[in-house]
């Protein structure tokens, strides 16, 4: 197991961490130190992992950053009643090109998934979720990602990748590995209406933050389905977070990026996520404060995962059908959890991406919509994707 890359948490985070309650989550980690090295592995269900890299910003004038106060404030945290084991492996620094740091993070990723432990990953630029997506190339055939962010993110792909370009790199870059991309709480004024197009012919999903607002449950059934989750702070409206931070007056308030979070750590699928666009500043503890909760909450969230998807035995579920402009649907609503899915046709003699997909995550709303002969939007863009 190479962790070469890895540096300990700074001593100034370690004495802080000694002045806190016995009770306090810092208390009860595993963190790597120079005096303790690198935790070990075995039982660890989580790892947080900084990484310091910035270079790819759009605006990135040189200037440097730490993830310290993130940890002080996620250190002085209550844990819930979990079992989940988390430990703090410390941080990949800046390489000496942005493509070194890459590689650290797609082979710590790599060996961390292969062993169940779900990297929670602390940045650095958004660009990074290219190197996470790249780490799945040894892990799986086909990936689903979620991109929390006002953005789409997609940018020109011919050339070099950047903060605010990632996506197109993920979609257009060999090998072809990405089924399907989810954005959440976009903003319609940042994004042109030709992306908005490309998003609608790909058959990815998109959900503006308007429709967040009005109903945060929405976006349970596309996390559930994900694999790599990504989070864009400046997706927070500016309100919520501290001066160098603050992107646009509207955005996803504290609680409902929270939410967001636990809805991933619910999910069975997602074994990656990451918190990105970090910029610390002198007046920074609400920033960090609200990563150290954002953290918390997905970790929560993993600590509630219930195995609810296996459908082989006909006890753990019910079904149900429906006749949809002369398709048949087929619903199934978990006997554990009340979470529901449907399942998607697969056509006859069509080279369709994986068949593992054929059944998707959705809600009992999509379930109502069917029987009043209403296409789920999620069912018909699966269904479309599927007959490429």
Request: charged letters at 20%; hydrophobic letters at 40%; glycine letters at 6%.
């Given at each position: 197991?190479?962790?070469?890359f890895?540096?300990?948490v700074?001593?100034?985070?370690l004495?802080?961490?000694?002045l806190?309650?016995e009770q306090?989550?810092?208390r009860?980690?595993?963190?790597?130190?120079i005096?303790n090295?690198?935790p070990?592995?075995?039982?660890?269900?989580?790892a947080?992992l900084?990484?310091v890299e910035n270079r790819?910003?759009?605006?990135y004038?040189?200037?440097?950053?730490?993830?310290?106060e993130?940890?002080?404030a996620?250190?002085?945290l209550?844990?819930?009643?979990?079992?989940?084991?988390?430990?703090d492996?410390?941080?990949i620094?800046?390489?000496?090109?942005v493509?070194d740091?890459?590689f650290?993070l797609?082979?710590t990723?790599e060996?961390?998934?292969?062993q169940?432990?779900?990297?929670?990953?602390l940045?650095?630029?958004?660009?990074?979720t290219y190197?996470?997506?790249?780490?799945?190339?040894a892990?799986?055939?086909m990936?689903?990602?979620?991109?929390?962010d006002?953005?789409?993110?997609l940018?020109?792909?011919?050339?070099?990748?950047?903060?605010?370009?990632f996506?197109?790199k993920?979609i257009?870059?060999e090998?072809?590995?990405?089924?399907?991309?989810?954005n959440?709480g976009?903003?319609?004024?940042?994004?042109?209406q030709?992306?908005?197009?490309l998003?609608?012919?790909?058959?990815?999903?998109?959900?503006?933050?308007?429709?967040i607002n009005?109903?945060?449950?929405?976006?349970?059934?596309?996390?559930?389905?994900?694999?790599?989750?990504s989070?864009?702070?400046?997706?927070?409206?500016?309100?919520?977070?501290?001066?160098?931070?603050k992107?646009?007056?509207?955005g996803?308030?504290?609680?409902e990026?929270?939410?967001i979070?636990?809805?991933?750590?619910?999910?069975?699928?997602?074994?990656?996520?990451?918190?990105y666009?970090?910029?610390?500043?002198?007046?920074?503890d609400?920033?960090?404060?609200?990563?150290?909760?954002?953290?918390?909450?997905?970790?929560?969230g993993?600590?509630?995962?219930?195995?609810d998807?296996?459908?082989?035995?006909?006890?753990n579920f019910?079904?149900y059908?429906?006749?949809?402009?002369?398709?048949?649907?087929?619903?199934?609503?978990?006997?554990?959890t009340?979470?529901w899915?449907?399942?998607i046709?697969?056509?006859?003699?069509?080279?369709?991406?994986?068949k593992r997909h054929?059944?998707?995550?959705?809600?009992h709303?999509?379930?109502?919509?069917?029987?009043n002969?209403?296409?789920?939007?999620?069912?018909?863009?699966?269904?479309?994707k599927?007959?490429?």
């Amino acid at each position: 197991m190479n962790f070469n890359f890895l540096s300990p948490v700074s001593d100034a985070v370690l004495a802080h961490n000694e002045l806190l309650s016995e009770q306090a989550l810092g208390r009860k980690l595993n963190i790597h130190s120079i005096q303790n090295g690198i935790p070990s592995l075995e039982g660890v269900d989580i790892a947080v992992l900084g990484v310091v890299e910035n270079r790819n910003h759009v605006d990135y004038i040189g200037e440097g950053f730490a993830l310290d106060e993130i940890r002080k404030a996620f250190y002085a945290l209550f844990p819930g009643a979990w079992t989940t084991n988390v430990v703090d492996l410390g941080d990949i620094n800046a390489g000496a090109s942005v493509e070194d740091t890459y590689f650290a993070l797609r082979e710590t990723i790599e060996i961390l998934v292969k062993q169940n432990v779900i990297p929670l990953l602390l940045g650095g630029t958004q660009d990074l979720t290219y190197a996470n997506y790249r780490a799945y190339d040894a892990l799986m055939p086909m990936v689903n990602l979620v991109n929390i962010d006002s953005k789409f993110d997609l940018g020109d792909s011919a050339k070099p990748i950047k903060n605010n370009s990632f996506v197109g790199k993920v979609i257009l870059d060999e090998p072809y590995n990405l089924f399907n991309y989810a954005n959440i709480g976009y903003q319609t004024y940042f994004n042109s209406q030709e992306e908005i197009d490309l998003m609608d012919r790909l058959y990815f999903e998109s959900y503006r933050l308007g429709e967040i607002n009005r109903d945060i449950t929405l976006v349970e059934p596309v996390l559930r389905d994900a694999n790599i989750v990504s989070i864009d702070l400046t997706a927070v409206k500016g309100a919520e977070v501290s001066l160098k931070q603050k992107f646009s007056p509207n955005g996803l308030d504290g609680k409902e990026i929270c939410a967001i979070a636990r809805y991933a750590g619910i999910s069975n699928k997602v074994s990656s996520f990451g918190i990105y666009e970090y910029k610390p500043s002198p007046d920074d503890d609400i920033t960090s404060m609200l990563v150290a909760q954002i953290m918390w909450y997905f970790i929560e969230g993993v600590n509630c995962r219930i195995k609810d998807d296996d459908f082989s035995n006909e006890n753990n579920f019910q079904k149900y059908f429906t006749l949809l402009e002369a398709q048949e649907l087929i619903f199934y609503k978990s006997n554990k959890t009340g979470r529901w899915w449907v399942e998607i046709p697969f056509l006859a003699n069509v080279n369709n991406k994986l068949k593992r997909h054929t059944l998707l995550p959705c809600t009992h709303q999509d379930y109502l919509d069917a029987c009043n002969n209403i296409v789920p939007d999620r069912w018909f863009k699966a269904f479309q994707k599927n007959s490429i």
